[in-house]
């Protein structure tokens, strides 16, 4: 059963006072002695069982069978005893709290006892009729039936929310199960088209080198090819590693920008560098991801509009976010600097995801990208996965 208070049990409450009040307020009243003392008593053996009985829903079943035989030795005994003439309310309120509560069956048989003593009491008090007793008992079953049917209510609502819940999992599940269905159909779509595409030019590139080899061509040739037939590796490699991703594989991240550097340095004849600093430290998938793909997007960017320009990029830890900056010092050919496109779009996105910021915009004569993505620390960790990066390159 819950523990949550319903809204009955303010209304419980009420009534179990009403109950106390009543007979600590009635004819034989609350005195200090004799028959007002053990009335007092009584009233208090009933009051503080109920309020217990009903504010406290996960409680061991043997407190709740001793609480209702303390409410009922008090009411149903003690009570009329002392004050033939007091008040039934407390049997009513008894019978209503018997089905809500476990071992129901106990408790009701606790409650059917007490009614027959009850019974016992007024017929032999001689002051009551048979067709009052009868009244009183049915009176007591009609709140034992009200008692049960409030329970039942109660527990369909609480499986009325199981099954909501269960069926929000399951469409949750759904969900996850679609995307992961379609992610698996992108990553086979693109290791057909794309991994396969790239594997072809390795091959043709890697019998042109050989027969650059043998015929002994211009060195600038045999140069580009083999610098041609790298690139096509690197680019197999990197739509393996994509398709890896789609599948849900480990993501990349700046571990890999070493990588990134070697390739640009195979594609252009410019420098390119690559300093860390601070201390390396763990990031959610997201920045991870978002850093990796800004490098990669920035030296594509400046590999196709300033070819011939020097590259720096910048990998700085600090302690609560890393930050990573690529610059070019500009194209030597006017008019072929690196300007941002669709990819600056497509980094912004990343950053937002993570948690950060990219600007980009002209720097000197060339052209400068800014990434900030936050630190996620193992306390704030949501338990997802992480992603570990070596020492300072």
Request: proline share 6%.
């Amino acid at each position: 059963m819950t523990t949550r208070i319903q809204w009955l049990t303010p209304l419980g409450l009420v009534m179990v006072a009403v109950v106390v009040l009543s007979a600590i307020l009635g004819d034989i009243g609350g005195a200090g002695s004799g028959a007002g003392l053990a009335n007092l008593i009584a009233a208090l053996l009933f009051g503080l069982p109920a309020v217990v009985f009903l504010v406290r829903g996960a409680l061991p079943e043997p407190v709740y069978v001793g609480l209702m035989l303390l409410m009922a030795a008090s009411l149903l005994v003690a009570m009329r005893v002392v004050d033939p003439n007091g008040q039934v309310t407390g049997l009513f309120l008894a019978a209503a709290f018997a089905p809500l509560r476990r071992p129901r069956t106990v408790l009701a048989v606790v409650v059917l006892l007490g009614m027959l003593s009850f019974n016992v009491v007024q017929l032999r008090s001689g002051q009551t009729a048979l067709g009052v007793i009868i009244a009183t008992d049915a009176g007591a079953a009609f709140f034992f039936l009200v008692g049960a049917l409030l329970r039942r209510e109660r527990e369909q609502r609480e499986q009325i929310g199981a099954l909501l819940r269960q069926l929000e999992v399951s469409r949750e599940a759904e969900r996850t199960a679609y995307i992961a269905g379609e992610r698996t159909r992108m990553a086979r779509e693109m290791h057909d088209v794309l991994a396969h595409t790239l594997s072809g030019l390795a091959l043709h590139l890697e019998a042109a080198r050989m027969l650059a080899g043998s015929t002994s061509p211009d060195p600038q040739l045999r140069d580009a090819v083999q610098r041609a037939h790298e690139l096509s590796r690197a680019g197999l490699e990197e739509s393996r590693r994509a398709v890896r991703a789609l599948r849900g594989d480990s993501l990349p991240g700046p571990e890999l920008i070493p990588s990134l550097i070697e390739q640009h340095r195979l594609a252009s004849p410019a420098a390119a560098s690559y300093t860390v600093s601070g201390e390396p430290a763990a990031l959610p998938p997201d920045a991870a991801l978002a850093v990796y793909r800004t490098v990669q997007e920035a030296l594509s960017n400046i590999r196709k509009h300033a070819a011939d320009a020097s590259v720096e990029v910048r990998l700085q830890w600090g302690t609560a976010s890393v930050d990573v900056t690529i610059s070019d010092t500009g194209s030597k050919h006017p008019g072929t600097s690196a300007v941002p496109g669709y990819g600056l779009s497509g980094m912004a996105e990343r950053a937002e995801l993570a948690g950060g910021t990219v600007e980009a915009g002209p720097y000197g004569a060339g052209f400068r990208v800014c990434l900030s993505v936050p630190i996620a620390f193992p306390a704030d960790d949501d338990g997802g996965p992480r992603v570990g990066f070596p020492a300072q390159q």
